[in-house]
């Protein structure tokens, strides 16, 4: 650790008792993801927990900047684990760890070259949630390294891939993998004719349950979301056991708040893979800590372009966040937060590839912490559990409303930066706090616009109107105030135009308004407004020939 000599470095087992003691030390106030620690209980617990390079990071003094989840895991499970402790990390630098992209249980099966990866994966965790008596997409789902040494063991339910194909483009892939997989345990062949008769339906008797399954899959296709998961699952279910028993549905729905998810008829063992839930604890293994290697340094172009020519197994990268991360390179906000960069023990990249990109780009160096000579299969475990938001960091600094204040800076950073219209395009975290201290009015306006959330979100709004107000205060005041309240709007009022629209689509189920055209619509409006310019018609052109650019407010 020679670049950084206040940066100290150790392998250490963490016992319960010493999670307990670093947690009395834990710094900011976020809340904590309790998904997260129950998902890493269970794997400290039955013994599937591995030292894979991610650190407990802690200041000079002692204070816990990161590993509060994986502590309190230790601390619940009353089984210890082997981490790497990074120490010496200074405190100003707390805001922007966990600020790294997280992966997916999509991002690993894909890195193994899994085909379907993505569709497995939602279908792994739907069964693991099922099998536990919970309701899929109302709760997170265990770590990925559990399901992929369930899938190991349990291969067979890939054979449910292919059947599931036939029911898309109505059917998400991942649930038809699953409820495949959870009908098979009762009867594999009617199991097949499910599925394929959701695309090619043999009858349209409207009381055919089939058949009404297939209208409420056209009517929320292209609707994602947990919750439309879960409906759709719900009521997947019900239209199968009625198809299993050879009945008609008089009605086919599902009301989460009168009934519990249902079960799939005479499945009390339904499959495998409820076999492999409960695997028996393991001691834990001997700790290796001599074959791991630790160094901080200066990461410049040149030895990023080195480090990313010999890349292991990693996911695809993403020019959004390469581009964000090279902003606060340039800008000089990239601080040495304790977060590693990963390399096995065959020299390989495991984990860190956005990041050196970044540096290549910005083309400045970086503090990094590097550790060497970690087992190839750490892979499957590296950067899961809750990436810390906006919203964390925003607590931490005593704001409040917090979550409508992160989308208002985001927002605002995005009208201001021209990228309302980009796809993929994200601030950083310091990029929001620098926004904050340069504009503080942002607050004020939060408080202008906290009436309008049944037309428009508040983040929204409130971006708008401290847009709006940099050219107008005063003006900007009534634009919204008179579009809250729609009080003496003339007949062709800029305004009225606007808020009518609003209304309409935020009651509609079947038209939808982008928040891009939300953001269009509105600066129209206000230049209309501004100009005293009757409206006949408000019209944002996104498509065609005439396709218009997002407009610059007046």
Same mark, same amino acid.
């Given at each position: 650790? #020679? ?153 067979? @339910? ?73 409906? @759709? ?13 050879g009945r008609t549905i008089k009605l086919l729905r599902f009301s989460p708040d009168r009934e519990s998810f249902p079960r799939i008829v005479n499945s009390s063992d339904w499959g495998p893979l409820s076999r492999a839930i409960a695997p028996q604890k393991l001691e834990a293994a001997p700790l290796n800590a001599h074959r791991i290697k630790i160094k901080a340094l200066m990461i410049g172009p040149e030895m990023a372009d080195k480090l990313l020519a010999d890349r292991g197994p990693n996911r695809a990268v993403s020019s959004a966040v390469i581009a964000k991360y ?118 004020? #306006? ?5 009436? @309008? ?102």
């Amino acid at each position: 650790m #020679s670049d950084f000599p206040n940066i100290t470095s150790r392998v250490e087992r963490i016992t319960p008792d010493i999670a307990k003691s670093m947690l009395e030390r834990i710094i900011g106030s976020a809340k904590l993801d309790h998904a997260s620690v129950q998902a890493f209980q269970r794997d400290m617990h039955d013994g599937r927990w591995i030292l894979n390079g991610s650190p407990i990071v802690l200041s000079s003094d002692g204070q816990v900047l990161d590993g509060r989840a994986r502590l309190n895991a230790c601390a619940r499970s009353n089984a210890p684990f082997d981490t790497l402790v990074i120490q010496g990390v200074d405190i100003k630098a707390f805001e922007t760890i966990d600020s790294i992209r997280k992966r997916t249980l999509a991002d690993v099966l894909s890195m193994r070259k899994e085909k379907h990866g993505r569709a497995l994966g939602a279908a792994l965790k739907i069964v693991w949630t099922y099998n536990w008596g919970g309701a899929p997409g109302t709760s997170k789902g265990p770590t990925p390294t559990t399901l992929l040494s369930v899938l190991e063991e349990h291969p067979e @339910i890939r054979d449910s891939v292919k059947p599931a194909l036939r029911a898309m483009p109505l059917m998400p892939h991942g649930c038809g993998i699953a409820l495949h997989y959870l009908t098979s345990a009762v009867d594999s062949v009617r199991a097949d004719q499910f599925l394929a008769q959701i695309q090619d339906p043999i009858t349209d008797a409207p009381d055919d349950p089939i058949v009404q399954l297939r209208e409420i899959l056209q009517t929320t296709r292209g609707q994602g979301g947990a919750r439309k998961q879960t409906y @759709i699952l719900a009521v997947s279910i019900k239209a199968l056991n009625a198809f299993l028993a050879g009945r008609t549905i008089k009605l086919l729905r599902f009301s989460p708040d009168r009934e519990s998810f249902p079960r799939i008829v005479n499945s009390s063992d339904w499959g495998p893979l409820s076999r492999a839930i409960a695997p028996q604890k393991l001691e834990a293994a001997p700790l290796n800590a001599h074959r791991i290697k630790i160094k901080a340094l200066m990461i410049g172009p040149e030895m990023a372009d080195k480090l990313l020519a010999d890349r292991g197994p990693n996911r695809a990268v993403s020019s959004a966040v390469i581009a964000k991360y090279a902003r606060d390179i340039e800008a000089g906000r990239w601080q040495l937060n304790g977060q590693t960069i990963k390399i096995d023990s065959d020299g390989r990249l495991l984990d860190g590839q956005h990041r050196l990109e970044a540096v290549k780009k910005a083309m400045k160096a970086i503090p990094a912490i590097v550790v060497e000579g970690l087992p190839t299969d750490v892979i499957n475990s590296l950067d899961i559990g809750r990436k810390r938001s906006m919203n964390d960091v925003l607590r931490e600094h005593g704001e409040t409303n917090t979550i409508t204040l992160a989308s208002a800076l985001r927002w605002l950073w995005m009208i201001r930066t021209g990228v309302v219209l980009a796809a993929n395009s994200s601030p950083s975290i310091g990029e929001l706090l620098e926004l904050l201290e340069a504009v503080p009015e942002i607050r004020n #306006s939060l408080r202008n616009v906290a009436a @309008i959330h049944e037309i428009m979100g508040n983040g929204i709004a409130a971006a708008l109107h401290c847009t709006f107000a940099e050219k107008d205060a005063d003006l900007a005041d009534v634009f919204f105030a008179r579009l809250i309240d729609g009080v003496n709007l003339a007949e062709h009022s800029p305004i009225r135009h606007l808020r009518e629209r609003l209304i309409k689509t935020r009651a509609s189920r079947r038209v939808r308004l982008a928040e891009a055209e939300r953001v269009a619509l509105s600066i129209k409006a206000w230049n209309a407004f501004r100009n005293d310019r009757p409206l006949q018609l408000l019209l944002w052109r996104n498509r065609g020939v005439a396709r218009e650019g997002l407009p610059s407010p007046l």
